[in-house]
Protein backbone atom coordinates (compact mmCIF):
# COMPACT_ATOMS: atom_id res chain seq x y z
CA UNK A 1 0.00 0.00 0.00
CA UNK A 2 1.41 3.03 -0.76
CA UNK A 3 0.98 6.32 1.18
CA UNK A 4 -1.62 8.20 -1.34
CA UNK A 5 -3.52 5.20 -0.70
CA UNK A 6 -2.82 5.14 2.73
CA UNK A 7 -3.99 8.56 3.57
CA UNK A 8 -7.48 7.70 1.39
CA UNK A 9 -8.43 5.73 4.01
CA UNK A 10 -10.86 7.17 7.07
CA UNK A 11 -9.49 8.22 10.22
CA UNK A 12 -9.91 6.47 13.39
CA UNK A 13 -12.12 7.90 15.68
CA UNK A 14 -11.19 11.42 14.03
CA UNK A 15 -12.22 14.35 16.99
CA UNK A 16 -13.81 17.20 14.96
CA UNK A 17 -10.77 20.14 15.11
CA UNK A 18 -12.55 23.16 13.97
CA UNK A 19 -14.63 22.83 17.66
CA UNK A 20 -11.22 23.26 19.18
CA UNK A 21 -9.14 25.32 16.91
CA UNK A 22 -8.67 29.06 16.32
CA UNK A 23 -8.94 30.79 13.20
CA UNK A 24 -5.56 32.18 13.46
CA UNK A 25 -4.54 28.39 13.87
CA UNK A 26 -5.25 27.69 10.30
CA UNK A 27 -2.97 30.09 9.25
CA UNK A 28 0.09 28.81 11.31
CA UNK A 29 2.17 27.65 8.54
CA UNK A 30 3.48 23.95 8.45
CA UNK A 31 7.38 23.72 7.88
CA UNK A 32 7.89 23.12 3.97
CA UNK A 33 6.70 18.96 3.15
CA UNK A 34 10.06 18.42 1.09
CA UNK A 35 11.82 15.95 2.87
CA UNK A 36 15.05 17.45 5.04
CA UNK A 37 16.68 16.93 7.85
CA UNK A 38 15.60 18.68 11.01
CA UNK A 39 18.64 18.88 14.18
CA UNK A 40 18.76 19.39 17.57
CA UNK A 41 21.28 21.42 19.21
CA UNK A 42 21.20 20.73 22.83
CA UNK A 43 20.61 22.78 25.75
CA UNK A 44 24.34 22.39 26.94
CA UNK A 45 27.08 20.77 24.12
CA UNK A 46 27.90 24.07 22.66
CA UNK A 47 28.46 25.87 26.34
CA UNK A 48 30.87 22.37 27.18
CA UNK A 49 33.01 22.42 23.82
CA UNK A 50 33.29 25.82 23.75
CA UNK A 51 34.49 26.53 26.98
CA UNK A 52 37.86 28.37 28.33
CA UNK A 53 37.74 31.32 25.66
CA UNK A 54 39.68 33.94 26.32
CA UNK A 55 36.74 35.96 25.07
CA UNK A 56 33.47 35.57 23.31
CA UNK A 57 32.61 37.92 20.46
CA UNK A 58 28.90 37.51 18.81
CA UNK A 59 29.99 37.07 15.52
CA UNK A 60 32.17 34.25 16.76
CA UNK A 61 29.31 32.90 18.98
CA UNK A 62 26.31 33.49 15.84
CA UNK A 63 29.37 31.58 13.07
CA UNK A 64 28.08 27.93 15.03
CA UNK A 65 25.31 27.83 12.36
CA UNK A 66 27.12 28.20 9.60
CA UNK A 67 28.44 25.09 9.25
CA UNK A 68 24.41 23.90 8.57
CA UNK A 69 24.35 26.20 5.52
CA UNK A 70 23.73 24.83 2.34
CA UNK A 71 22.86 21.65 3.60
CA UNK A 72 19.64 19.44 4.28
CA UNK A 73 18.71 20.95 7.34
CA UNK A 74 15.68 22.15 7.16
CA UNK A 75 14.98 22.87 10.61
CA UNK A 76 17.93 24.09 13.63
CA UNK A 77 16.22 23.30 16.47
CA UNK A 78 17.79 25.27 19.56
CA UNK A 79 17.22 23.30 23.26
CA UNK A 80 17.44 26.31 25.61
CA UNK A 81 16.81 24.30 28.51
CA UNK A 82 16.86 21.22 30.64
CA UNK A 83 15.71 21.70 34.64
CA UNK A 84 17.65 25.17 34.38
CA UNK A 85 17.89 27.64 31.20
CA UNK A 86 21.05 28.30 29.13
CA UNK A 87 20.07 32.10 29.31
CA UNK A 88 19.44 34.05 31.75
CA UNK A 89 15.87 33.49 32.01
CA UNK A 90 13.36 35.47 34.56
CA UNK A 91 10.68 32.86 35.03
CA UNK A 92 13.47 29.73 35.61
CA UNK A 93 16.47 29.62 37.27
CA UNK A 94 19.47 30.10 34.94
CA UNK A 95 22.36 27.40 34.94
CA UNK A 96 24.67 29.42 36.29
CA UNK A 97 22.40 30.44 39.92
CA UNK A 98 24.62 29.97 42.51
CA UNK A 99 27.72 29.85 40.85
CA UNK A 100 30.84 31.58 42.37
CA UNK A 101 33.29 31.88 39.15
CA UNK A 102 36.34 33.01 41.34
CA UNK A 103 35.22 30.07 43.80
CA UNK A 104 37.18 26.25 43.03
CA UNK A 105 35.58 23.33 41.55
CA UNK A 106 34.72 22.32 45.02
CA UNK A 107 32.41 24.83 45.27
CA UNK A 108 28.73 24.40 46.86
CA UNK A 109 27.24 24.28 43.75
CA UNK A 110 29.45 21.28 42.16
CA UNK A 111 29.51 19.61 46.15
CA UNK A 112 27.34 16.97 44.92
CA UNK A 113 28.53 16.40 41.68
CA UNK A 114 31.26 13.50 41.44
CA UNK A 115 34.76 14.67 42.24
CA UNK A 116 35.90 13.59 39.01
CA UNK A 117 33.42 15.51 37.08
CA UNK A 118 33.17 18.64 38.46
CA UNK A 119 35.69 20.39 36.14
CA UNK A 120 33.46 19.12 32.93
CA UNK A 121 29.97 20.34 34.80
CA UNK A 122 31.81 24.30 34.92
CA UNK A 123 32.42 24.29 31.24
CA UNK A 124 28.60 24.18 31.16
CA UNK A 125 28.28 26.94 33.78
CA UNK A 126 30.80 28.99 33.52
CA UNK A 127 30.59 28.99 29.25
CA UNK A 128 26.81 30.48 29.75
CA UNK A 129 27.62 32.61 32.95
CA UNK A 130 30.02 34.64 30.50
CA UNK A 131 28.20 35.00 28.05
CA UNK A 132 25.60 36.61 29.92
CA UNK A 133 28.36 39.01 31.66
CA UNK A 134 29.69 39.91 28.59
CA UNK A 135 25.92 40.94 27.21
CA UNK A 136 25.45 37.71 24.65
CA UNK A 137 22.55 35.97 24.04
CA UNK A 138 23.63 33.24 22.50
CA UNK A 139 20.01 32.19 20.95
CA UNK A 140 19.41 35.40 19.54
CA UNK A 141 22.63 35.33 18.02
CA UNK A 142 21.97 31.73 16.56
CA UNK A 143 17.87 32.14 15.30
CA UNK A 144 19.24 35.47 13.58
CA UNK A 145 21.96 33.60 11.87
CA UNK A 146 19.98 31.20 11.28
CA UNK A 147 17.45 33.06 9.55
CA UNK A 148 19.99 34.87 7.46
CA UNK A 149 21.13 31.64 6.47
CA UNK A 150 17.92 30.51 5.74
CA UNK A 151 17.21 27.91 7.90
CA UNK A 152 13.94 28.41 9.75
CA UNK A 153 14.76 28.63 13.82
CA UNK A 154 13.18 26.78 16.20
CA UNK A 155 13.20 27.03 20.23
CA UNK A 156 12.64 23.19 21.77
CA UNK A 157 11.61 23.19 25.08
CA UNK A 158 12.12 20.50 27.31
CA UNK A 159 9.37 19.58 28.98
CA UNK A 160 10.50 17.20 32.30
CA UNK A 161 13.85 16.65 32.05
CA UNK A 162 15.52 14.01 34.95
CA UNK A 163 19.10 14.82 34.41
CA UNK A 164 20.93 13.69 37.46
CA UNK A 165 17.77 13.54 39.50
CA UNK A 166 19.68 10.52 41.75
CA UNK A 167 21.27 13.69 43.10
CA UNK A 168 18.94 15.66 44.88
CA UNK A 169 21.46 18.41 45.08
CA UNK A 170 22.75 18.53 41.58
CA UNK A 171 23.77 21.52 39.95
CA UNK A 172 20.92 21.09 36.61
CA UNK A 173 18.39 21.23 39.04
CA UNK A 174 15.80 23.70 39.63
CA UNK A 175 14.70 25.54 43.06
CA UNK A 176 11.39 24.40 42.12
CA UNK A 177 12.07 20.63 41.77
CA UNK A 178 13.97 20.57 44.62
CA UNK A 179 11.41 22.66 46.84
CA UNK A 180 7.86 20.51 45.27
CA UNK A 181 9.02 16.61 46.22
CA UNK A 182 4.95 16.76 46.08
CA UNK A 183 4.54 17.70 42.31
CA UNK A 184 6.90 14.29 41.32
CA UNK A 185 4.98 11.63 39.58
CA UNK A 186 5.70 8.87 42.12
CA UNK A 187 6.39 10.64 45.32
CA UNK A 188 6.08 7.52 47.65
CA UNK A 189 8.84 5.45 45.86
CA UNK A 190 12.04 6.64 44.35
CA UNK A 191 13.85 3.87 42.70
CA UNK A 192 13.76 4.54 39.21
CA UNK A 193 14.69 8.00 37.65
CA UNK A 194 11.05 8.44 36.06
CA UNK A 195 9.82 7.93 39.54
CA UNK A 196 10.91 11.51 40.15
CA UNK A 197 9.64 13.60 37.15
CA UNK A 198 7.08 16.40 36.99
CA UNK A 199 3.81 15.36 37.34
CA UNK A 200 1.68 17.26 34.97
CA UNK A 201 -1.58 16.91 36.75
CA UNK A 202 -0.57 19.51 38.86
CA UNK A 203 -2.22 22.75 37.49
CA UNK A 204 0.69 24.22 39.33
CA UNK A 205 3.38 22.14 37.05
CA UNK A 206 1.48 23.38 33.63
CA UNK A 207 1.56 26.36 35.11
CA UNK A 208 5.45 26.70 35.71
CA UNK A 209 6.30 25.10 32.18
CA UNK A 210 3.96 27.30 30.53
CA UNK A 211 5.73 30.94 31.86
CA UNK A 212 8.74 29.74 30.30
CA UNK A 213 6.98 29.10 26.96
CA UNK A 214 5.43 32.62 27.83
CA UNK A 215 9.05 33.52 28.38
CA UNK A 216 10.57 32.16 24.97
CA UNK A 217 7.80 34.40 23.13
CA UNK A 218 8.54 37.19 24.73
CA UNK A 219 12.49 37.05 24.29
CA UNK A 220 13.16 34.87 20.78
CA UNK A 221 11.49 35.90 17.59
CA UNK A 222 11.87 32.10 16.41
CA UNK A 223 9.84 30.42 12.91
CA UNK A 224 8.89 27.62 16.07
CA UNK A 225 8.51 26.21 19.12
CA UNK A 226 8.81 22.41 19.92
CA UNK A 227 7.48 21.16 23.11
CA UNK A 228 10.01 18.53 23.57
CA UNK A 229 7.40 15.69 25.54
CA UNK A 230 9.98 13.03 25.18
CA UNK A 231 12.58 14.96 27.44
CA UNK A 232 11.96 12.20 29.27
CA UNK A 233 8.53 10.97 28.58
CA UNK A 234 6.95 9.87 31.68
CA UNK A 235 4.42 12.66 32.95
CA UNK A 236 1.92 11.33 35.00
CA UNK A 237 1.13 9.03 37.89
CA UNK A 238 1.05 4.83 36.48
CA UNK A 239 -3.09 4.46 36.12
CA UNK A 240 -3.48 8.48 35.78
CA UNK A 241 -2.59 8.59 31.86
CA UNK A 242 -6.04 8.56 30.08
CA UNK A 243 -7.04 11.81 32.81
CA UNK A 244 -3.38 13.27 32.03
CA UNK A 245 -3.86 13.12 27.91
CA UNK A 246 -7.06 15.66 27.98
CA UNK A 247 -4.99 17.97 29.99
CA UNK A 248 -2.12 17.76 27.78
CA UNK A 249 -4.36 18.15 25.10
CA UNK A 250 -5.87 21.47 26.90
CA UNK A 251 -2.13 22.58 27.41
CA UNK A 252 -1.21 21.85 23.61
CA UNK A 253 -4.19 24.36 23.11
CA UNK A 254 -3.41 27.27 25.45
CA UNK A 255 -0.17 26.69 23.61
CA UNK A 256 -1.33 27.36 20.28
CA UNK A 257 -3.02 30.67 21.40
CA UNK A 258 -0.53 31.97 22.42
CA UNK A 259 1.73 31.51 19.36
CA UNK A 260 -1.41 32.77 17.55
CA UNK A 261 -1.31 35.76 19.65
CA UNK A 262 2.47 36.08 18.88
CA UNK A 263 2.48 35.70 15.24
CA UNK A 264 0.00 38.60 14.73
CA UNK A 265 2.42 40.53 16.52
CA UNK A 266 5.56 38.80 14.76
CA UNK A 267 3.79 39.76 11.51
CA UNK A 268 5.22 35.86 10.02
CA UNK A 269 3.57 32.67 11.07
CA UNK A 270 4.72 30.19 14.10
CA UNK A 271 4.37 26.31 14.18
CA UNK A 272 3.98 24.19 16.93
CA UNK A 273 5.41 20.95 17.22
CA UNK A 274 5.42 17.75 19.62
CA UNK A 275 8.43 14.97 19.93
CA UNK A 276 6.39 11.98 21.47
CA UNK A 277 7.36 8.08 21.53
CA UNK A 278 7.63 6.40 18.84
CA UNK A 279 4.47 4.45 18.53
CA UNK A 280 0.77 5.72 18.43
CA UNK A 281 -0.45 3.19 20.83
CA UNK A 282 2.83 4.16 23.54
CA UNK A 283 1.87 7.94 23.44
CA UNK A 284 -1.70 7.66 23.99
CA UNK A 285 -0.74 5.06 26.67
CA UNK A 286 1.54 8.09 28.15
CA UNK A 287 -0.73 10.68 27.61
CA UNK A 288 0.84 12.35 24.61
CA UNK A 289 -2.01 12.28 22.29
CA UNK A 290 -0.06 13.22 19.20
CA UNK A 291 -2.41 12.34 16.64
CA UNK A 292 -4.98 14.32 18.03
CA UNK A 293 -3.00 17.33 18.32
CA UNK A 294 -2.37 17.32 14.43
CA UNK A 295 -5.84 16.32 13.76
CA UNK A 296 -7.27 19.45 15.49
CA UNK A 297 -3.91 21.78 13.86
CA UNK A 298 -2.38 22.53 17.10
CA UNK A 299 0.61 21.08 15.96
CA UNK A 300 2.16 21.68 12.75
CA UNK A 301 5.08 19.66 12.91
CA UNK A 302 4.64 15.96 15.09
CA UNK A 303 8.10 14.00 15.27
CA UNK A 304 7.63 10.32 16.71
CA UNK A 305 10.75 9.25 18.62
CA UNK A 306 12.90 6.67 20.63
CA UNK A 307 14.26 7.86 23.96
CA UNK A 308 17.60 7.43 23.90
CA UNK A 309 18.68 3.61 24.20
CA UNK A 310 18.92 3.34 20.57
CA UNK A 311 18.13 4.27 17.17
CA UNK A 312 14.78 2.51 16.44
CA UNK A 313 14.29 1.48 12.58
CA UNK A 314 11.05 0.49 12.73
CA UNK A 315 9.00 3.38 13.85
CA UNK A 316 5.50 2.83 12.11
CA UNK A 317 5.61 6.11 9.78
CA UNK A 318 1.99 4.90 7.76
CA UNK A 319 0.43 4.36 10.83
CA UNK A 320 1.29 7.74 12.19
CA UNK A 321 0.06 9.25 9.03
CA UNK A 322 -3.36 7.61 8.76
CA UNK A 323 -4.05 8.62 12.60
CA UNK A 324 -2.56 12.17 12.16
CA UNK A 325 -3.58 13.22 8.75
CA UNK A 326 -1.90 14.84 6.04
CA UNK A 327 -1.81 18.43 7.30
CA UNK A 328 1.50 18.14 9.77
CA UNK A 329 4.64 17.83 8.54
CA UNK A 330 5.92 14.44 10.06
CA UNK A 331 9.29 13.52 11.40
CA UNK A 332 11.08 10.56 12.68
CA UNK A 333 13.47 11.37 15.17
CA UNK A 334 16.39 9.62 14.98
CA UNK A 335 18.78 8.96 18.15
CA UNK A 336 22.49 8.35 18.25
CA UNK A 337 23.26 5.10 20.37
CA UNK A 338 22.59 1.60 18.23
CA UNK A 339 21.40 -1.14 19.77
CA UNK A 340 19.58 -4.44 18.96
CA UNK A 341 18.05 -4.51 22.42
CA UNK A 342 17.60 -3.01 25.51
CA UNK A 343 20.75 -5.31 27.47
CA UNK A 344 22.94 -5.48 24.43
CA UNK A 345 26.48 -4.31 25.17
CA UNK A 346 28.53 -2.26 24.51
CA UNK A 347 26.90 0.87 23.68
CA UNK A 348 27.77 1.99 20.31
CA UNK A 349 26.96 5.01 17.95
CA UNK A 350 25.36 5.31 14.45
CA UNK A 351 27.25 5.43 11.26
CA UNK A 352 27.24 6.68 8.54
CA UNK A 353 25.69 3.86 6.70
CA UNK A 354 23.16 2.98 9.72
CA UNK A 355 21.64 5.95 9.59
CA UNK A 356 21.51 5.95 5.82
CA UNK A 357 19.65 2.86 6.34
CA UNK A 358 17.38 3.98 8.40
CA UNK A 359 16.61 7.35 6.63
CA UNK A 360 16.05 5.71 3.14
CA UNK A 361 13.20 3.39 4.57
CA UNK A 362 11.48 6.08 7.31
CA UNK A 363 11.51 8.27 4.00
CA UNK A 364 9.94 5.56 1.88
CA UNK A 365 7.52 5.00 4.56
CA UNK A 366 6.46 8.71 4.28
CA UNK A 367 8.13 10.96 6.58
CA UNK A 368 8.75 14.58 5.77
CA UNK A 369 11.80 14.71 7.58
CA UNK A 370 14.73 13.24 9.58
CA UNK A 371 15.20 14.18 13.09
CA UNK A 372 18.17 14.30 14.17
CA UNK A 373 18.83 14.19 18.51
CA UNK A 374 22.00 14.24 19.61
CA UNK A 375 24.01 14.07 16.54
CA UNK A 376 26.65 17.35 17.46
CA UNK A 377 29.30 18.36 15.41
CA UNK A 378 31.57 17.57 18.78
CA UNK A 379 31.35 15.73 21.90
CA UNK A 380 28.44 13.50 21.36
CA UNK A 381 29.34 12.44 17.73
CA UNK A 382 28.55 9.45 15.48
CA UNK A 383 31.23 6.99 14.78
CA UNK A 384 32.28 7.68 12.07
CA UNK A 385 32.58 11.79 12.71
CA UNK A 386 34.57 12.07 9.31
CA UNK A 387 31.33 11.54 7.54
CA UNK A 388 29.59 14.39 9.48
CA UNK A 389 28.87 16.64 6.77
CA UNK A 390 28.26 13.81 4.17
CA UNK A 391 25.16 12.68 7.02
CA UNK A 392 24.57 16.72 6.75
CA UNK A 393 24.12 16.78 3.02
CA UNK A 394 22.65 13.34 1.94
CA UNK A 395 20.17 11.50 5.29
CA UNK A 396 17.36 14.38 4.41
CA UNK A 397 16.43 13.06 0.65
CA UNK A 398 15.61 9.96 -0.90
CA UNK A 399 17.41 11.04 -4.52
CA UNK A 400 20.63 11.51 -2.60
CA UNK A 401 20.65 8.36 -0.62
CA UNK A 402 19.84 6.66 -3.88
CA UNK A 403 22.60 3.97 -4.70
CA UNK A 404 24.98 4.63 -1.71
CA UNK A 405 26.02 2.00 0.90
CA UNK A 406 23.69 1.39 3.88
CA UNK A 407 22.81 -1.17 6.60
CA UNK A 408 19.27 -1.77 8.10
CA UNK A 409 19.66 -3.14 11.66
CA UNK A 410 16.90 -4.47 13.47
CA UNK A 411 16.58 -2.79 16.67
CA UNK A 412 13.84 -2.20 19.24
CA UNK A 413 11.20 0.84 20.61
CA UNK A 414 13.16 2.08 23.31
CA UNK A 415 10.08 3.25 25.32
CA UNK A 416 7.23 1.38 26.78
CA UNK A 417 4.20 2.68 29.12
CA UNK A 418 3.96 1.12 32.33
CA UNK A 419 3.22 -2.40 31.79
CA UNK A 420 3.75 -2.44 27.74
CA UNK A 421 5.58 -5.38 26.82
CA UNK A 422 8.60 -4.58 24.80
CA UNK A 423 8.24 -5.57 20.96
CA UNK A 424 12.07 -6.36 20.82
CA UNK A 425 13.55 -8.84 18.14
CA UNK A 426 16.07 -9.77 19.63
CA UNK A 427 17.99 -11.86 21.39
CA UNK A 428 16.76 -14.94 19.80
CA UNK A 429 17.59 -18.56 21.64
CA UNK A 430 17.07 -21.32 19.18
CA UNK A 431 16.30 -24.80 19.56
CA UNK A 432 17.92 -27.19 17.10
CA UNK A 433 16.09 -27.15 13.82
CA UNK A 434 14.04 -24.60 15.13
CA UNK A 435 12.76 -21.84 12.36
CA UNK A 436 12.19 -17.78 13.61
CA UNK A 437 11.34 -15.09 11.75
CA UNK A 438 12.67 -11.26 11.75
CA UNK A 439 10.81 -8.61 9.72
CA UNK A 440 13.50 -5.58 8.28
CA UNK A 441 11.92 -2.87 6.24
CA UNK A 442 14.85 -1.45 3.95
CA UNK A 443 12.63 0.96 2.28
CA UNK A 444 14.06 1.70 -1.88
CA UNK A 445 15.53 -1.35 -3.85
CA UNK A 446 18.72 -2.68 -2.69
CA UNK A 447 21.02 -4.43 -5.12
CA UNK A 448 23.74 -7.02 -4.03
CA UNK A 449 22.37 -7.28 -0.98
CA UNK A 450 23.58 -9.51 2.11
CA UNK A 451 21.73 -10.79 5.38
CA UNK A 452 23.92 -10.65 8.12
CA UNK A 453 23.62 -12.50 11.50
CA UNK A 454 25.91 -12.28 14.94
CA UNK A 455 25.30 -15.67 16.09
CA UNK A 456 26.51 -17.02 19.86
CA UNK A 457 27.45 -20.54 19.33
CA UNK A 458 28.68 -22.92 16.60
CA UNK A 459 25.10 -23.38 14.87
CA UNK A 460 25.01 -23.05 10.79
CA UNK A 461 21.72 -21.28 9.74
CA UNK A 462 19.33 -21.84 6.72
CA UNK A 463 18.24 -18.27 5.89
CA UNK A 464 14.94 -17.48 3.39
CA UNK A 465 14.71 -13.82 2.39
CA UNK A 466 10.58 -13.27 1.14
CA UNK A 467 10.63 -17.15 0.92
CA UNK A 468 13.82 -17.10 -1.73
CA UNK A 469 16.77 -19.18 -0.11
CA UNK A 470 19.64 -17.50 0.32
CA UNK A 471 23.31 -18.94 -0.26
CA UNK A 472 25.84 -18.45 2.57
CA UNK A 473 28.72 -16.07 1.93
CA UNK A 474 30.93 -16.85 4.74
CA UNK A 475 31.77 -14.66 7.30
CA UNK A 476 33.13 -11.02 7.59
CA UNK A 477 34.32 -8.85 10.54
CA UNK A 478 31.58 -6.68 11.85
CA UNK A 479 32.16 -2.99 10.61
CA UNK A 480 31.70 -0.27 13.54
CA UNK A 481 28.87 -0.34 14.85
CA UNK A 482 28.46 -3.70 15.31
CA UNK A 483 29.53 -6.73 16.98
CA UNK A 484 33.45 -7.75 18.22
CA UNK A 485 33.13 -11.12 16.68
CA UNK A 486 31.62 -10.38 13.17
CA UNK A 487 28.96 -11.52 11.09
CA UNK A 488 27.92 -14.86 9.43
CA UNK A 489 26.49 -13.29 5.89
CA UNK A 490 24.14 -14.90 3.48
CA UNK A 491 23.26 -13.28 -0.35
CA UNK A 492 19.66 -12.04 -0.79
CA UNK A 493 18.91 -12.63 -4.02
CA UNK A 494 18.10 -9.75 -7.11
CA UNK A 495 16.69 -6.54 -6.09
CA UNK A 496 14.81 -6.15 -3.16
CA UNK A 497 12.80 -3.72 -1.32
CA UNK A 498 10.32 -2.33 1.80
CA UNK A 499 9.66 -5.48 3.88
CA UNK A 500 11.83 -8.26 3.82
CA UNK A 501 10.73 -11.29 6.08
CA UNK A 502 14.05 -13.40 7.02
CA UNK A 503 13.52 -16.78 7.58
CA UNK A 504 16.05 -18.71 9.82
CA UNK A 505 16.48 -22.39 11.08
CA UNK A 506 19.48 -23.26 13.22
CA UNK A 507 20.97 -26.64 12.75
CA UNK A 508 22.27 -26.34 16.77
CA UNK A 509 21.02 -24.51 19.35
CA UNK A 510 22.52 -20.82 19.22
CA UNK A 511 21.61 -17.13 20.33
CA UNK A 512 21.29 -14.79 17.81
CA UNK A 513 22.13 -11.00 18.95
CA UNK A 514 22.43 -8.90 15.99
CA UNK A 515 20.45 -8.91 12.59
CA UNK A 516 21.00 -6.90 9.38
CA UNK A 517 20.31 -6.21 5.94
CA UNK A 518 23.26 -4.72 4.04
CA UNK A 519 23.52 -3.59 0.60
CA UNK A 520 23.27 -0.01 -2.12
Given at each position: ???????????????PAAQHS?????????????????????????????????????????????????????????????????????????????????????????????????????????????????????????????????????????????????????????????????????????????????????????????????????????????????????????????????????????????????????????????????????????????????????VQMLTP????????????????????????????????????????????????????????????????????????????????????????????????????????????????????????????????????????????????????????????????????????????????????????????????????????????????????????
Amino acid sequence: MNRRTLLSLPLAAAAPAAQHSSAATSRAAAPSRATALCLNEDNSHWFFTRAGQKEYTAEGVASFVDQYAGTQVGELLLSANSQRTSFASKAWDPIWLGYDPQGPDSQPLFASTAEAARAGARKWVDTAWRLHAAGIDPYALWIARARRRRIPPWISMRMNDLHNVDDERSYMHSTFWREHPEFRRIPWRSADWRDRAFDYSHAAVRDYHFRLIEEYCERYDFDGLELDWMRFGFHFAPGKEEEGAGLLTAFMRRTRRLLDSWQRRRGHPIALGARVPSRPHTALALGMDGARWAREGLVQMLTPSPFWASIETDIPVELWRRLAGDRVTLGVGLELLIRPYHAYRPLETNSLETVRGAAASLLARGADRIYLFNYMDSQTVMADMEHYPALLRECGSPATLAGKPRRHVVTYSDTQAPGEASNAQLPKSLAAGQWTSFRVQVGPALAQASARFNVEGKARLTVRANGSECPAAGHIDAPRPGPASGFDSFRLPGRLSHWMILDVQAAAPCTIHWVEIAGA
